[in-house]
C-alpha cells in the first residue's frame, strides 16, 4: 500500500486512509503526471494526493485550465427561470438559485458574475470573490463589489451576509474546512452557507471509476460523499439544515462525450478543449448522444438517479450556529 504525501484526512483527521483510485490523470486539459485518489475509512471522504507549490498552481490554472476569453459586450446575467423550467432542468443544482429576493449575499468563486447580476436584480445586496482576474472587467463595468484573490474572511465584514454560496469551489480547496470556516465567519448568526460540489459516491463514479467526468483531476482536490461534507461542515462549526441530490441533465451528456474522447495522458481532449479534432470513428456515436439529448434522455437519466440518492451532484445549506 502507498502511503499519501498527506496522511490524515483534511476532512476529519483521521489517520485512516488508504488509497482508492491510483493513476488518474488531466483528461480533459492534458496537465502532466499521473496522481493517486486516497480514501478516509471514518468519513468516507475522497482525496486527490497531491500538493502544489504556489507556481505549479498558477501554472495549472494559468496554463491548462480553460480561461476562456470572456467578451463583455456578451456578458449577461443569470435570468430568472419559471417554476416549470427550473424544475424541469434541474435548475437549482446550482446554489444561488436557492437564495430568496432582498438578502445580503456573498458568492465565493463567482466566476465571470453572472449571478452578482442575478442577485442585485432580485433587490440582493451582492458581493464576490474570484481568483480570475477577468472578473475585474465586468466588476468596472457594472460596478459590483468584488474581492479578486482568495477567499479569505479578513477581507469581509464580519458577522454580516444573510447568505454565503459556493458553487462548484469548495473541491478546488486544498483545506475544505477552513474555507468553510472563513465562510461561516463572514455570516450572521443564523445565516446559512449554500455549497454545490460532485456526490464522488454517485452511481455513475462508481460505476465508471477513473472514467467519471468529475474527478476532474488535478483541479479537484476534494471529493465529497454526503457524509464526508456534513462531516465538513461540522468541523467548521456548522449544522447541516438540508442535503439534497440534484444534477444538472447537461452533466449526463457531458458524460458521455468525454467518454467518448477520453485522451491519452498528457493530451487535451477534443471534448473539453476547442481546435482540436475529434477522433474521426467516433464522429457518428457523438451525434448519436447529441439526439438523445435533444430527446431529453439525461433528462430522465437525471431525475431517476437523483429520486435514488445517485445523482452526480450534492447540494447542501449549512446553518451558522453559534456566535
Ligand atoms: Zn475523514
Given at each position: 500500500?502507498?502511503e499519501?504525501?498527506?496522511?490524515?484526512?483534511?476532512?476529519?483527521?483521521?489517520?485512516?486512509?488508504?488509497?482508492?483510485?491510483?493513476?488518474?490523470y488531466?483528461?480533459?486539459?492534458?496537465y502532466?503526471?499521473?496522481?493517486?485518489l486516497?480514501?478516509c475509512?471514518?468519513?468516507?471522504?475522497?482525496?486527490?494526493?497531491a500538493?502544489?507549490s504556489?507556481?505549479?498552481?498558477?501554472?495549472?490554472?494559468?496554463n491548462f485550465?480553460p480561461?476562456a476569453?470572456r467578451q463583455l459586450?456578451?456578458w449577461?446575467?443569470h435570468?430568472?427561470?419559471?417554476a416549470?423550467r427550473l424544475?424541469?432542468?434541474r435548475?437549482?443544482n446550482?446554489v444561488?438559485?436557492?437564495?430568496?429576493?432582498?438578502?445580503?449575499?456573498?458568492?465565493?468563486?463567482?466566476?465571470?458574475?453572472e449571478?452578482?447580476?442575478?442577485?442585485r436584480?432580485r433587490?440582493?445586496?451582492?458581493?464576490g470573490?474570484?481568483?480570475?482576474?477577468?472578473?475585474r472587467?465586468?466588476?468596472g463595468?457594472?460596478d459590483?463589489?468584488?474581492?479578486?484573490?482568495?477567499?479569505?474572511?479578513?477581507?469581509?465584514?464580519?458577522?454580516?451576509f444573510?447568505?454565503?454560496?459556493?458553487?462548484?469551489?469548495?473541491?478546488h480547496?486544498?483545506?475544505?474546512?477552513t474555507l468553510?470556516?472563513?465562510?461561516?465567519?463572514?455570516?450572521?448568526?443564523g445565516?446559512?452557507v449554500?455549497v454545490?460540489?460532485?456526490n464522488a459516491?454517485?452511481?455513475?463514479?462508481?460505476?465508471l471509476?477513473p472514467?467519471?467526468?468529475?474527478w476532474?483531476t488535478?483541479?479537484?482536490?476534494q471529493l465529497?460523499?454526503?457524509?464526508?461534507?456534513?462531516?465538513?461542515?461540522?468541523?467548521?462549526?456548522l449544522?447541516?439544515?438540508?442535503c439534497?441530490?440534484?444534477?444538472?441533465?447537461?452533466?449526463y451528456h457531458?458524460q458521455?462525450?468525454?467518454?467518448?474522447?477520453?485522451?491519452?495522458?498528457g493530451?487535451?481532449?477534443?471534448?473539453?478543449t476547442t481546435?482540436?479534432?475529434?477522433?474521426?470513428?467516433r464522429w457518428?456515436a457523438?451525434k448519436?448522444?447529441?439526439?438523445?439529448n435533444?430527446l431529453?434522455?439525461n433528462?430522465?437519466v437525471s431525475f431517476?438517479?437523483?429520486?435514488?440518492?445517485?445523482?452526480?451532484?450534492?447540494?447542501?445549506?449549512?446553518?451558522?450556529?453559534h456566535g
Amino acid at each position: 500500500m502507498s502511503e499519501p504525501r498527506r496522511s490524515r484526512c483534511p476532512v476529519c483527521g483521521s489517520a485512516g486512509v488508504g488509497p482508492s483510485l491510483t493513476g488518474l490523470y488531466d483528461d480533459r486539459y492534458g496537465y502532466p503526471g499521473r496522481f493517486d485518489l486516497f480514501a478516509c475509512a471514518a468519513c468516507g471522504h475522497q482525496f486527490l494526493d497531491a500538493v502544489f507549490s504556489a507556481e505549479e498552481l498558477q501554472q495549472l490554472y494559468t496554463n491548462f485550465y480553460p480561461r476562456a476569453e470572456r467578451q463583455l459586450e456578451q456578458w449577461q446575467p443569470h435570468r430568472e427561470l419559471g417554476a416549470i423550467r427550473l424544475w424541469l432542468g434541474r435548475g437549482r443544482n446550482a446554489v444561488f438559485r436557492w437564495v430568496p429576493r432582498g438578502v445580503k449575499v456573498l458568492d465565493v468563486g463567482c466566476g465571470f458574475g453572472e449571478s452578482l447580476g442575478y442577485h442585485r436584480a432580485r433587490g440582493c445586496e451582492v458581493w464576490g470573490v474570484e481568483t480570475d482576474e477577468n472578473i475585474r472587467r465586468v466588476a468596472g463595468r457594472f460596478d459590483f463589489k468584488v474581492h479578486v484573490g482568495v477567499f479569505r474572511a479578513a477581507d469581509f465584514p464580519r458577522d454580516y451576509f444573510d447568505f454565503v454560496t459556493l458553487d462548484q469551489v469548495i473541491e478546488h480547496a486544498a483545506d475544505p474546512v477552513t474555507l468553510l470556516r472563513d465562510a461561516a465567519a463572514v455570516l450572521r448568526p443564523g445565516g446559512t452557507v449554500l455549497v454545490s460540489t460532485p456526490n464522488a459516491r454517485s452511481l455513475m463514479a462508481r460505476a465508471l471509476g477513473p472514467r467519471w467526468a468529475h474527478w476532474h483531476t488535478p483541479y479537484h482536490l476534494q471529493l465529497f460523499s454526503r457524509q464526508s461534507l456534513a462531516a465538513a461542515a461540522q468541523a467548521a462549526g456548522l449544522r447541516v439544515r438540508w442535503c439534497r441530490i440534484l444534477t444538472s441533465p447537461q452533466w449526463y451528456h457531458f458524460q458521455w462525450l468525454h467518454l467518448l474522447s477520453r485522451p491519452a495522458p498528457g493530451v487535451p481532449s477534443a471534448f473539453w478543449t476547442t481546435g482540436r479534432a475529434w477522433p474521426r470513428t467516433r464522429w457518428l456515436a457523438r451525434k448519436f448522444f447529441s439526439g438523445l439529448n435533444r430527446l431529453g434522455f439525461n433528462h430522465a437519466v437525471s431525475f431517476v438517479f437523483d429520486h435514488l440518492g445517485q445523482g452526480d451532484n450534492l447540494v447542501m445549506a449549512l446553518e451558522r450556529t453559534h456566535g
